[in-house]
T-cell receptor
């Protein structure tokens, strides 16, 4: 089955610690995205990538980093510089063509210990 | 700046009735696209329907239809014959063409729909 896999489903971070959220897709999509969702709010774009080895900052990139070494993978690192990391994180991918919907993973819920 | 507004934080509908979820948008771009997603309590985002700004007919997908009024800049989602499984958060989103990525999306704040038996 084609789809997007995010892991882990739940993640806990200690103060001062970096954590990495995994996102893998087997849909052969060129573009991948990371969103943050806070309770009762919409999605805000953190980073996106249209092609391997290239990525762009979204609206709330501070305190986050990404890499895109393979087409299938787009991991997100939440660094210690992100002071309020508790949120629901969603990864998505799409064909890089007008009108194509983004397909989402099941999300990772990150909490601070 | 482009913006999506969903003014209904929450709505109730009786099972088997139709319901309309409102979405208005703001853009100066002539070419844009509008998407609706469903987010159940489990968290995943499910794509429902898409409307391009140049599409002459309103989009339909099964029980979902999009009431697209370009002059009013509105793209309301209509769900016919509501089912209990339709209870979820619904998000309207617009493709941000100026963002540099063809399919970069801007999301509204969502509407929580509760279907009552």
């Amino acid at each position: 089955d084609g789809g997007i896999t995010q892991s882990p489903k739940y993640l806990f971070r200690k103060e001062g610690q970096n954590v990495t959220l995994s996102c893998e897709q087997n849909l052969n999509h060129d573009a991948m995205y990371w969103y943050r969702q806070d309770p009762g709010q919409g999605l805000r774009l953190i980073y996106y990538s249209q092609i391997v080895n290239d990525f762009q900052k979204g609206d709330i990139a501070e305190g986050y980093s990404v890499s895109r070494e393979k087409k299938e993978s787009f991991p997100l690192t939440v660094t210690s510089a992100q002071k309020n990391p508790t949120a629901f994180y969603l990864c998505a991918s799409s064909q890089d063509r007008e009108g194509q919907p983004q397909h989402f993973g099941d999300g990772t819920r990150l909490s601070i210990l | 700046a482009q913006k999506i507004t969903q003014t209904q934080p929450g709505m109730f509908v009786q099972e088997k009735e139709a319901v309309t979820l409102d979405c208005t948008y703001d853009t100066s771009d002539q070419s844009y696209g509008l998407f609706w997603y469903k987010q159940p309590s489990s968290g995943e985002m499910i794509f429902l329907i898409y409307q391009g700004s140049y599409d002459e007919q309103n989009a339909t997908e099964g029980r979902y239809s999009l009431n697209f009024q370009k002059a009013r800049k509105s793209a309301n989602l209509v769900i016919s014959a509501s089912q209990l499984g339709d209870s979820a958060m619904y998000f309207c989103a617009m493709r941000d063409f100026y963002g540099g990525a063809t399919n970069k999306l801007i999301f509204g704040t969502g509407t929580l729909l509760a279907v009552q038996p």
